[in-house]
């Protein structure tokens, strides 16, 4: 992963920062963003610690001014090789919030975050995307199977998938969704496979996963396994 450029979204914590620190010890420059800056300030600086290469940006997926100013920022100096658009929001406990209960402010912004801010992050990087970029959105087996009380997660993680084809059918690049089943984040309520073990994961799929198998794929832990077993 030598010279290439990442941006990563939502790297202030979990799959974000996980995938961001592995990126940059690999020699990867990881463009690394949140909201909050001085969180993710504080990933950068880890990876720079140990002799990586890592930008810290402020910006809210939720605000195409925000990432029109990163995507700016990420390809100043050369084009950017990888996406890693995980910046997402899970307002209910998992389980228990019913789709038909949701309020609709609730619904609205988990959509403008895990939707439109895939399709924000994607639209505005497009101009600075390598010839063989790969663009990775993590995703989970809600998106495809129905599961009681998921309610607007699972709705946003389906659509998010549907951009994921979307983009494969437009972009040069290659577009794949990562299912990397559950891991314990503040989405998935802290519970599942820490996320420093599946970031590999995003690795293999930006990398060396075969660009043709999983462009417009779901691409899950047993793709991964068998690939590197």
């Known amino acids: 992963m030598d010279g290439l450029t990442a941006v990563v979204t939502g790297a202030s914590r979990g799959i974000g920062a996980s995938v961001a620190r592995l990126f940059g010890a690999e020699g990867t420059h990881v463009v690394a963003c949140a909201r909050t800056l001085d969180e993710v300030e504080s990933v950068a600086e880890s990876i720079r610690d140990h002799n990586g290469s890592a930008t810290a940006v402020r910006a809210d997926v939720r605000d195409e001014h925000d990432l029109e100013r990163l995507a700016a920022q990420a390809g100043a100096d050369d084009t950017v090789d990888i996406v890693v658009a995980n910046a997402a929001v899970n307002q209910g406990t998992p389980g228990d919030a019913p789709l038909h209960e949701e309020s609709y402010s609730r619904f609205d912004d988990t959509l403008r975050t895990n939707v439109r801010g895939v399709f924000a992050t994607v639209r505005e990087l497009a101009p600075h995307l390598a010839a063989d970029a790969r663009v990775l959105v993590p995703s989970g087996s809600v998106a495809r199977e129905a599961k009681p009380g998921m309610g607007a997660y699972a709705v946003s993680k389906a659509s998010a998938e549907a951009l994921v084809r979307g983009f494969a059918a437009d972009l040069d690049a290659?577009?794949?969704?990562?299912?990397?089943?559950?891991?314990?984040?503040?989405?998935?309520?802290?519970?599942?496979?820490?996320?420093?073990?599946?970031?590999?994961?995003?690795?293999?799929?930006?990398?060396?996963?075969?660009?043709?198998?999983?462009?417009?794929?779901?691409?899950?832990?047993?793709?991964?396994?068998?690939?590197?077993?």
């Not at 309520?189 to 820490?194: K, P, V």
């Not at 994961?201 to 794929?217: C, T």
């Open 174 to 229: 290659t577009a794949a969704a990562v299912d990397p089943g559950l891991v314990a984040t503040d989405l998935s309520g802290g519970t599942g496979r820490d996320p420093d073990d599946i970031a590999p994961m995003f690795r293999w799929a930006a990398v060396e996963a075969d660009a043709a198998e999983i462009d417009g794929e779901v691409v899950d832990l047993r793709a991964w396994k068998q690939a590197t077993r």
